[in-house]
């Protein structure tokens, strides 16, 4: 039946991320004790004043169409809220409210790329942008870093990546999956190198900017020179763990903001109302009241790092904001465990589901195939429990 279908979906990979999520329930519901660490999701209910908004918008009959790039009150609070944490000077012309910052990173690439458009991406990266791009016809070109490096692409290695075909830089900081955050100085060096290329645009993934344990965060379109040619994307998902309400939300340069709008016009229209009333309270918010989540997370990070370390063969790095660990496994490639030949990061995150019943996603997915992604969005007690059952794996 492939035939029949495009070659436009043949030729596109499955997230591996949602595959191995989906892989961990289907294990559970057949009764085994699978602890999942493969999904990037909160694991905190919404904020009940967030939560208060959307009730609130319920009986004021929010329930008709919405704008195709979002309620102008919204776009209004979202501008204050770049201001705000950012320093951006964005207006609401600058400003398109998509389903979930994956629509908005798609509906760039659709209106930003022709067929073979080159597209720096620093890896490890975010699993769909690769897809993403190519399915708008564009070219992925990797920048390998390492744990060594701290995941971080440096100046010197985007001046070497740099073609006359490259067209974007797409990247996240924090970094998902590494939890890497890029500080001022490193990205004043990326803006230096881009000065030089002034028909290059950059694509800013700060959808973990909150998560953040480095006490500072800095947004790359507040370097001088890069504001005009950035495209910040960011959303609610994450900080204020709203992963299902679908609000994602981009600033950008107004004719790119209009392709976008026009773009999304044709293929979903306006995001739902009753979550655009809510995210109006949520980035209007004081992000002091993320305080006790981001807590509970630097904790938990420290919590994983300290029991990663304590397995031989595990080499990793202190990651800095988001929820990931990102270890690099290479040192069991070649090795037999069990019975079973560990040849690369795909067999190792098998041999853990099905050794150690603990789910993680293979780096190879991010575009590093040394290492594989924990996530740490969960419990005290089940993190400790996962480690402990893959440090007896692995033994």
């Not at 769909?128 to 744990?147: A, D, F, H, R």
């Not at 005009?228 to 994602?248: H, L, P």
């Not at 004719?255 to 709008?261: E, G, L, N, V």
Request: aromatic residues 10%; glycine residues 6%; contains cysteine.
């Amino acid at each position: 039946m492939m035939n029949i279908l495009s070659d436009r979906i043949n030729n596109l990979s499955t997230s591996q991320t949602l595959a191995m999520a989906a892989l961990a329930r289907e294990l559970k519901a057949q009764g085994k004790d699978i602890i999942s660490l493969s999904l990037g999701e909160p694991d905190f209910n919404t904020p009940g004043f967030i939560k208060d908004a959307a009730k609130k918008a319920i009986d004021e009959n929010y329930s008709t169409y919405t704008p195709v790039d979002g309620y102008a009150d919204l776009k209004e609070a979202i501008c204050r809220k770049f201001k705000r944490d950012n320093n951006l000077d964005y207006k609401p012309a600058n400003i398109v409210v998509s389903t979930g910052a994956k629509q908005s990173l798609y509906n760039i690439a659709q209106v930003m790329l022709n067929d073979g458009d080159e597209v720096i991406l620093p890896a490890p990266y975010w699993v769909s942008y690769y897809e993403i791009i190519k399915l708008s016809g564009g070219v992925p070109v990797e920048v390998p870093t390492s744990v060594e490096t701290d995941f971080k692409m440096t100046a010197d290695q985007l001046e070497k990546a740099i073609t006359p075909k490259t067209k974007m830089m797409w990247f996240s900081s924090p970094c998902n999956p590494s939890g890497s955050v890029y500080n001022r100085e490193e990205l004043t060096a990326i803006g230096k190198v881009l000065e030089k290329h002034p028909n290059i645009y950059i694509v800013s993934d700060e959808i973990y900017e909150h998560i953040n344990f480095s006490g500072t965060f800095c947004s790359i379109g507040s370097i001088p020179g890069l504001f005009d040619r950035t495209i910040t994307v960011n959303g609610v998902a994450k900080a204020f763990a709203m992963t299902g309400w679908r609000i994602g939300y981009i600033g950008a340069p107004e004719f790119i903001a209009k392709a976008c709008t026009k773009m999304q016009g044709q293929v979903t229209s306006g995001a739902n109302s009753i979550a655009q009333r809510a995210t109006i309270t949520a980035v209007d918010a004081d992000p002091k009241v993320l305080s006790g989540m981001v807590s509970a997370f630097k904790n938990r990070r420290d919590l994983v790092v300290k029991l990663a370390q304590e397995i031989p063969g595990l080499k990793i790095n202190v990651p800095e904001g988001a929820f990931y660990l990102f270890p690099d496994v290479s040192s069991f490639f070649g090795k037999t465990l069990r019975g079973k030949e560990i040849k690369n990061a795909d067999d190792f995150s098998m041999y853990l589901l099905s050794e150690a019943n603990v789910a993680t996603v293979t780096g190879d997915a991010f575009g590093n195939p040394n290492c594989i992604r924990l996530s740490y969005a969960t419990s005290d007690e089940l993190l400790t429990e996962a480690f402990k059952r893959i440090k007896e794996a692995l033994s």
